[in-house]
């Protein structure tokens, strides 16, 4: 009985010790380094303040940082559910010879580097890229249009690489539905429009709801992109985070952008779970 | 059910469009003969591919990314096995908390996690060393790994290993002849899944490498910012078409789907 009640631990033993090593103490660590203080000559200072806090706080070029940060995410997460959810439901319906070739479209990218994909976007929206030219060529423009080293640049390809994760959700969602639902709905007349208004998006919504909360932190959080296409000049957290880290060797002051924007995120995380369940009691019961 | 109209067509076509343009590109790009970024290119050429060979650091970077994803994807399958087996075994008192904090690295920014591995292995002296890395890994893929392992554990019928132990086996041997092979696929399914992940980290990876433990992506990285040549355009569709391989040999074998939604979908 004894043995049996500890099976379980014994199993997990070995994840256990390299999570509580290797995530939870590095974890506090950065908590208390958060705290300390530092100064360019003396480095950093086992000192316990909150004096960190109260710079990053206190600083409205922060609050700039972490508003656009947040507003990419935002403005990233309603695109994708825009997009997403009528082409998880398109994937449904098509054909399965299409249907395999258009998953592979879909799903293919998120197996391949982030790094890789900016790069392709950073070609695409350069002053002298692929958009501009083509749009030059068709005599649509004059000047090139800015796109790289913008907040919206960043957001297309944000999009490009979070989309899956929303389309893997909500397609998640509706193969849990009844098919039997829709076809009810055209017996009695009502068109495709309808249909999915009326019939799928509601069955949809779980999924809709999970994958916004997926993409939201993923790209409030994210790197590769924003530092490729926005550059110096148009910082987010993670790459001021980075630049404190890297550039400045400030770390007390970086952990604790860090930390801010760890809790930030964790309180969206669960503020949206609450409001999920709180309006879609009757959904999940 | 019905098949999709005209305008769904036409929305999945232009999304199809959207999603292969920069990979388009970036392949393009890579055969320009010119000493810059063109697309389309005036021409055809191996130039750029030649200078991968000229340029040892993208190899060696490649080798790294390549050992680290192995030995970071096999630690993790690893002690993901035992570890589904406990989780998805049964209930016991601490089982939600335990599966919480292994699935916890998915849930965290991964800028924080980088700049907690930093702090850890500078304070320990190990940064910029391949088996800090290796760990630093270990850790982010675990929940990868542990997805998939743990669906095809909840499927196992349970019976089957108790009539093997009933019949005198022991435990070690039940779970090669019996419980092994019933969870191969979620194993491998995982196991690649994990490699993957590992191979194209770069968030985490950025801040704890140093000159000689450079992976790839942080290769690639450090050279876009500094400069734009379309060696990193043919370095980008060499890893492209590796990865387009492993991905129609993983479809092939456990289906795209399933291994990315981490569920039985077929």
New interface residues.
Partial sequence: MNQD?A???L??A???V??LV??V???V??AV?SFNSFDFYGGIKPTFGLENYADVLGDSYFYEIFGRTFLIALVTTLICAL?GT??AY??????PLWRSV???????????????????????L?NNG?INDALKNLALIDRPIKMMYTSGGIVL?LV?VM??FMI?AV??AL?RQD?AT??AA?SLGAR?ATVFRRIVLPQAMPGILSGSLIVF?LS?????TP??LG?RRVKV??TT??DE??NTLN?PL??AI??I??VS??AI?VAWNRLVEKRFAGVFE | MRRNGVFAKLFSLVFALFMLAPLVVVVGVSFTPEGFLEFPPSGISLRWFRAILDNPDFIDAAIVSLQLGVASATIATAICIPAALAIGGGRFPGRDALQALFLSPLTVPTVVLGIAFLRFLSTLGLNGTFWGLVFCHVVIIVPFVLRLVLASVVGLDPSIARAATSLGAPSLTVFRRITLPAIIPGVVGGWVLAFITSFDELTVTVFIVNPATTTLPVKLFSHITQTTDPLVASVSTVAILFTVALMLVVDRIYGLDRLLIGEGSH
């Fill in positions: 009640r099976r379980p631990w199993l997990s070995p994840a256990l390299l999570f290797m995530l103490t590095p974890l660590m950065t380094l997009v009528p082409q398109f994937l449904l319906r098509m054909r258009m998953i592979l479209v879909v799903l293919g990218p998120l197996l391949i580097s982030v790094v890789v994909r900016t790069l392709g976007w950073a070609i695409l350069g692929v390809a490009h989309i899956p893997l397609w998640a193969q098919p829709e076809k055209e495709p932190s409030a959080s994210a790197f590769a530092a490729i550059g957290v993670s985070v980075y880290f890297l770390w970086g952990a860090a930390i924007l760890l995120v964790l995380m």
